[in-house]
């Protein structure tokens, strides 16, 4: 043991070798407990263990000139948590809870897409569908690395964020998600993003199915689907998966502490 120790890994989930020896213990992480009041339940929630999944806040979903714009959605409503993720995401990241944005963006040559989702995109088969260029500045539609699978202007990302690509509605799937909040050690997570009845749910639905705590912050959330989607959305999740609150609860929950 008198060769120095190198590290190995993400701490929480790090080794300390050398040639001879290795540290596989995980040194405890004192806990943050905060009291986060929900719309059923008040909880106690360790901040150390929480992390925050912001999904599909992307222009294609979310901007005037996006796809889902070009396809006649109104897509104010999926503006709407632009504001309190502006005030909430700040906060989060003084207390060193991790922020990942998880978006849709496809391989360019679409290899990992099958009929089924080319559908739910491109149901004619004549319409903007997946890949194809925007009208008004040829972004190709939610392919990475485009315009149109970029997070909105109004919400900064600050490089210690972490960013995502997925291919389906859940988030968990065919991605290193699951993977990276396990290496953190996260398993409360607050959910925030677009379409609330679509990929929040499913990712959230999935996260709940392995395990993982689950949040959704109200009004860091929104749909362009039909309000019964959302009171559905609402209702399953507070019945089956988890936790409702807001953005103002979480705030309190933090200053408290």
Request: proline share 8%; aromatic share 8%; net charge negative.
């Amino acid at each position: 043991m008198n060769s120095p120790l190198y590290k190995l890994g993400i701490a929480p989930n790090a080794w300390a070798v050398n040639a001879s020896f290795a540290d596989i213990t995980r040194p405890p992480i004192p806990p943050q407990p905060v009291i986060l009041t929900t719309e059923s339940k008040t909880l106690q929630i360790d901040l150390v263990r929480t992390a925050i999944i912001v999904i599909d806040m992307q222009n294609d979903f979310c901007h005037p000139h996006g796809w889902l714009a070009e396809i006649g959605v109104d897509v104010a409503p999926a503006r709407t948590p632009i504001a309190p993720l502006q005030t909430l995401l700040p906060a989060l990241r003084v207390r060193n809870i991790p922020v990942i944005w998880l978006n849709w963006g496809n391989r360019p040559d679409l290899m990992n897409i099958s009929a089924g989702i080319h559908h739910v995109y491109n149901p004619t088969g004549e319409g903007i569908g997946l890949g194809d260029p925007l009208p008004k500045n040829d972004a190709p539609v939610l392919m990475a690395g485009s315009w149109a699978a970029a997070v909105v202007d109004e919400l900064e990302q600050q490089p210690q964020d972490i960013c995502i690509d997925k291919y389906r509605m859940s988030g968990f799937w065919d991605t290193p998600l699951d993977s990276i909040l396990r290496n953190l050690g996260r398993t409360t997570i607050l959910f925030a993003g677009v379409n609330a009845d679509q990929c929040v749910m499913t990712t959230l639905c999935d996260a709940n199915f392995l395990g993982y705590d689950c949040i959704l912050v109200k009004d860091c959330t929104a749909t362009t689907s039909p309000e019964y989607c959302w009171l559905a959305t609402l209702y399953n999740v507070q019945q089956c998966f988890g936790f409702v609150t807001d953005s103002s609860r979480v705030l309190t929950a933090l200053n408290d502490r």
